[in-house]
């Protein structure tokens, strides 16, 4: 089955204890991308990659890293999470450069 | 920077009712106007549209954008209590893997 895969789904973290979500796509996509959505802030871009060893920041890049080894991952990591990163995140995937983005799961992190 | 705006930010209609959905946007290097649907947890797409004028259709739901007017509408006919759910807008830009996204509208049905 053609999907997007994000872990964990639900994470409870403490502020400072480094963490990555991992995303996965078995669908030989080159642009995948992560987001984070809020309340009222609807879905923000945090970081994109258009093929292996290419990214670019997003709209909200700030407190996240990303790498690009191999085209299906797409990890996001917090090297020191704070409590303003409790979000709802998803990771997105497409093969069209027109940008038909399939989405994963969703990861809900909390920061205490 | 780019900006796309959604209405009504919320909308209840009856069972059978015909809803349009606005999407208005302000984005530099426009590539593609993009309408998804979300329940409960992860967006799933519906329509891409990259052409002024031309019309993309599934179903009971029918998409058109206007790229001189800078806008989209999203039509639902016939609506079903299982349309409920936030309709979302994006505009992808550049490479196109840059989207921004409107905060969405959200959509009732009641019987």
């Known amino acids: 089955e053609a999907q997007v895969t994000q872990n964990p789904r639900y994470l409870i973290t403490v502020t400072g204890k480094k963490l990555t979500v991992t995303c996965s796509q078995n669908m030989n996509h080159e642009y995948m991308s992560w987001y984070r959505q809020d309340p009222g802030l609807g879905l923000r871009q945090i970081y994109y990659s258009m093929n292996v060893e290419v990214t670019d920041k997003g709209d909200v890049p700030e407190g996240y890293k990303v790498s690009r080894k191999e085209k299906r991952n797409f990890p996001l990591i917090l090297e020191s999470p704070s409590p303003n990163q409790t979000s709802l995140y998803f990771c997105?995937?497409?093969?069209?450069?027109?940008?038909?983005?399939?989405f994963g799961s969703g990861t809900r992190l909390t920061v205490v | 920077e780019d900006k796309v705006v959604q209405s009504p930010l919320s909308l209840v209609v009856h069972e059978g009712d015909t809803v349009t959905l606005n999407c208005s946007y302000e984005v530099t290097n426009f590539r593609s106007l993009l309408w998804y649907k979300q329940e409960k947890k992860a967006p799933t797409f519906l329509f891409m549209l990259t052409s002024s004028g031309i019309e993309k259709k599934s179903g009971r739901l029918s998409s058109i954008s206007d790229k001189k007017e800078l806008f989209s509408i999203l039509n639902i006919t016939a609506t079903q209590t299982g349309d409920s759910a936030v309709y979302l807008c994006a505009v992808a830009t550049g490479t196109a893997s840059k989207l921004t996204f409107g905060t969405g509208t959200r959509l009732q049905v009641t019987l």
């Open positions: 997105a995937s497409s093969l069209s450069v027109w940008g038909g983005y399939t």
